[in-house]
């Protein structure tokens, strides 16, 4: 299980050197990658769906309970198919719809690494680790969002979703922790033991705040759905898949893991149902005005989620069968209707629903496709989304006698709108006259017409069969999510005319007549664009602008970009800070009797320190003051050396060398000395200046009040020849007790180096500066 | 400006200087000196090469740029961290040969660590005077 996790980074990591290889014709060998993974988990169906349960243990941080731990059960071996199935698919549609791209192997790493990442989420059994895969997929997926980064669009929903997720991804962060922390684990698996201590803890509420919002953010629950149709920004391969089988249904995955553990209470049902049932509603009346394929396909997609939250958040028997079963439904049916639209974008060049008609002439394949996918969205009988749809309003007519009546009006309205919604974008563009302009739209590789045709016509051999499926995949699946067995049986037929049928058939009949009634236009996106205003997206907006001029004046106070003020500010903060700190650990005394008497030397080398410095203040040549600090960095060198420290002295020589060739080097370059300061700034910066140096000889005279600590000194010195077989104790502590330490100062050093390099070196063009 | 004393007296000093910078980096373990002081000193070295026959020719008998020996000075301290997990100990363990090399006395994963240093503070001290030094206004 590790490995198959780790593939997608591993893989992910030899793209960089060997992204030329993405670029000829062995890149079909990347769908290996997915297909291998997808074929490793078949082989694991037959054991799972009996019930047994996989666990993989690798030491990771054991001293803080992280660990790689991994478990593999319904719940899970359900979502991993699903991203390597539905990844092996996008994998071949992608090489084909980028085909030429000057940046495809960048685009196939980041896809890689995401699908890495969800398999971690969706696999882990440490709490922990799934947070570390969870961010991993907000990441990913903001360079998966983002790819096409010369857009400024693109470049922007990049960032909202990066920001919405992350914001989620924090508060999740924090819930598991409390988790942690009051159950004492990190273990799924354990913690499904503590759920009495959890649910009665007083911090439940805030843990169960805390996970939802993660949930919500990344499963774009209203308030946090507006990330998502701006994802829509994205290649299409990419919204194919992380809106369809993987990122968003995350937040759902994570509801359904932590419902055996935290789930089940009112506050779980409440908010859940509420929360859920009010964006199912909400997106799929939304994506009946829209006029972009990939608007409505969101919006659908939104509801969608919705529909699983609210299936989740009533948490029966029925509901958590009918969850199980609608991930799958959606997945097959919306991958598939996304692929399709990037098929038309990719072949006609627009996705603008009033335009496209007829296309079923030129695409007679990919319309077999779109169809079918439409039909299961639709849920007629035989289709896989009959089944999901029966099973969710089973769910809801079993639901507590005072809800269930206006749970299933819920359902049955969101369920037409959906209808609607899965015709518009799959059947209108089909449908109707073939305009002109689009009688020499041709057929695609078959790379890209196949996967969506297989997915689609998976929905329909699963519709044909859902008991063998029911059994296989979605049996377990529900068992995990539930924490106990759900016998669940799916069929297509139960033997009667029943109200669930009647309702199945009534939401058909609503939506068809909605769809052949109603027609999208500009029109009516315009309408609906009007309530803008009040939209959360408007609100987050306005808070984000708020922000940023904040930091931008904030920034422009502490950051003004002259080197003086930055100085000014550090050294009156440090004197600040140690003034203080001076001021409150009481008097300093000078003990003159333990004084060692001076030397000629030593009064010779002050005398010249402080020539020196007073040349540095008054002169009025740079190159004159350069030359005089130097002399006074050499008077300390000979200060050490009276003192008895060489390696002091012989740093501090070499260095003072230099920064004064620097400094030359530098000023030799800047223009003549003239004066611009004002005589009230020179006081000032004296008075900065003197204050800084008091305080630092302040200090080193109260370092002789302090009674000495040998300790540290003494093992430096009992051990440097012992451990690490050195006599010079500073070197040692450099190279071998504090190695680390040293080794990361170099890196800093490298950094400055190259930044001044890059800085110095930058050649721009004259139209790229701005 | 050239001037034939200081590029005479550069001839003679450059090689004095280098060979002073490898022997502070040798002794650094047992008496003053070390990687970072030696690495300045070979720095020096070059700098005084540059004062005295222009930046362009130091840059020739250096034969490449400086910043290329950043990353070799990295790796090689990098490499004498990590060495130690090969035989199973803790990343910087002091690794030594068992009998002292001649001239250069004892050997151990430490001072390959100090090499390491010594190139990088060359290869950083000369990339940022020399960027400079080479940039035209």
Not at chain 1, 331 to 353: M, P, Q, S
Not at chain 1, 535 to 546: L, M, N, Q, T
Not at chain 1, 607 to 612: D, P, Q, R, T
Request: hydrophobic residues 50%; neutral net charge.
């Amino acid at each position: 299980m590790l490995l198959t996790v780790l593939l997608g980074l591993i893989l992910s990591i030899f793209l960089v050197p060997f992204g030329k290889f993405v670029k000829s014709k062995w890149s079909v060998l990347l769908t290996l990658v997915p297909g291998l993974i997808f074929v490793y988990y078949l082989f694991h169906i037959s054991s799972v769906s009996e019930g047994s349960v996989f666990f993989q243990h690798t030491d990771w941080i054991p001293s803080l309970g992280i660990n790689f731990d991994f478990k593999l059960d319904g719940l899970s071996l359900l979502f991993v198919l699903l991203i390597s199935g539905v990844g092996t698919a996008i994998f071949f549609y992608a090489l084909s719809y980028l085909k030429g791209h000057p940046f495809i192997d960048r685009f196939f790493g980041y896809l890689c690494l995401f699908m890495a990442a969800m398999m971690g989420v969706v696999l882990s059994d440490n709490i922990l680790l799934l947070f570390v895969f969870w961010e991993l997929t907000s990441i990913s997926s903001f360079f998966l969002i983002g790819f096409n980064n010369d857009n400024q669009d693109s470049r922007k929903s990049a960032l909202t979703a990066l920001s919405i997720t992350g914001i989620g991804g924090f508060f999740l962060l924090a819930g598991l922790i409390l988790i942690g922390n009051v159950a004492g684990t990190f273990s799924f698996t354990e913690l499904i033991d503590k759920r009495d201590v959890l649910i009665n803890h007083n911090l439940y509420p805030a843990i169960l705040g805390f996970v939802f919002l993660g949930a919500f953010t990344k499963s774009a629950q209203f308030p946090f759905h507006f990330w998502l149709p701006g994802a829509m920004k994205a290649p299409t391969p990419v919204s194919a898949y992380l809106h369809s089988a993987t990122m968003v249904k995350a937040g759902i995955y994570l509801l359904a893991r932590f419902f055996p553990i935290l789930g089940g209470t009112d506050l779980w049902m409440y908010t859940l149902v509420g929360v859920g049932g009010f964006t199912m509603l909400y997106a799929s009346i939304h994506s009946l005005f829209r006029v972009d394929l990939k608007g409505i396909l969101a919006y659908s997609t939104i509801s969608a989620l919705g529909i699983l939250t609210f299936l989740i958040g009533m948490g029966t028997k029925e509901s958590i069968i009918a969850a199980s079963v609608f991930v799958l439904v959606h997945a097959l049916y919306k991958a598939t209707l996304f692929l399709v639209t990037g098929i038309i974008d990719h072949e006609t060049g627009t996705r603008d629903i009033t335009v496209l008609s007829g296309l079923r002439k030129v695409l007679p394949p990919v319309f077999l496709a779109s169809g079918l996918a439409a039909l299961s969205s639709a849920g007629l009988p035989l289709t896989f989304g009959f089944i999901g749809k029966d099973l969710i309003y089973e769910a809801t007519l079993h639901f507590e006698e005072n809800w269930a009546l206006i749970l299933t009006i819920l359902a049955v309205v969101t369920n037409t709108g959906l209808v609607v919604a899965g015709f518009l974008a799959g059947l209108k563009p089909f449908t109707g006259k073939l305009p002109q302009s689009f009688e020499k739209v041709h057929l695609p590789y078959k790379s890209m017409w196949i996967p969506p045709l297989i997915l689609a016509v998976l929905g329909l051999v699963f519709g044909v069969l859902p008991g063998v499926t029911g059994n296989l995949l979605n049996h377990q699946a529900a068992n995990a999510i539930l924490g106990q067995e759900t016998s669940m049986h799916l069929a297509i037929w139960h033997g009667s005319v029943n109200t669930v049928l009647i309702l199945s058939l009534a939401t058909l009949a609503c939506g068809i007549f909605i769809y052949l009634s109603f027609k999208p236009s500009y029109s009516k996106l315009q309408f609906i664009e009007k309530f803008e205003n009040l939209s959360p997206k408007h609100i987050f907006k306005g808070y984000a602008v708020d922000i940023f001029r904040f930091s931008t004046w904030y920034t422009n106070k502490l950051h003004n970009g002259y080197l003086r003020s930055y100085h000014l500010k550090i050294i009156l903060f440090a004197e600040i800070l140690l003034g203080y700190k001076l001021w409150i650990s009481g008097p300093v005394s000078i003990d003159f009797s333990n004084l060692s008497t001076l030397s000629i030397y030593e009064v010779g080398v002050v005398l010249v320190l402080i020539g020196a410095l007073f040349i540095v203040v008054t002169t009025p040549s740079r190159l004159t003051s350069v030359v005089s600090m130097s002399v006074i960095g050499y008077c300390i060198c000979l200060i050490y050396v009276f003192y008895s420290a060489p390696d002091l002295a012989m740093t501090q020589f070499s260095i003072d060398t230099l920064s004064t060739v620097l400094f030359v080097l530098v000023l030799y370059k800047l223009p003549g000395f003239i004066n611009f300061t004002g005589k009230a700034v020179l006081y000032r910066d004296g008075i900065v200046a003197l204050g800084f140096g008091a305080i630092l000889s302040l200090i080193a005279l109260k370092v002789n009040n302090e009674p000495v600590v040998k300790e540290i000194t003494e093992f430096y010195g009992e051990n440097s020849y012992l451990l690490a077989k050195g006599k010079n104790v500073v070197n040692v502590i450099l190279v071998d007790f504090r190695g680390i330490d040293t080794m990361f100062e170099t890196v800093v050093l490298s950094i400055a180096a190259i930044g001044v390099y890059s800085l110095l070196r930058l050649r721009l063009k004259p139209t790229e500066k701005e | 400006m050239r001037s034939i004393i200081l590029q005479t007296a550069t001839k003679y000093l450059l090689p004095i200087l280098l060979l002073f910078s490898v022997f502070l980096l040798l002794r650094g373990h047992y008496e003053p000196g070390g990687g970072f002081v030696g690495g300045l000193v070979a720095s020096i070295a070059f700098v005084l090469h540059s004062f005295a026959f222009g930046t362009e020719n130091t840059m020739k008998i250096l034969r490449r740029k400086p910043m290329s020996l950043i990353p070799i000075g990295l790796g090689i301290a990098a490499l004498s961290v990590i060495a130690p997990t090969f035989f199973g100990l803790p990343p910087m363990t002091g690794l030594w040969f068992e009998e002292p090399i001649p001239v250069i006395g004892m050997i151990g994963s430490s001072l390959f660590f100090d090499l390491g240093v010594y190139l990088v503070v060359i290869g950083v001290v000369l990339t940022i005077l020399f960027t400079i030094s080479l940039t035209e206004d």
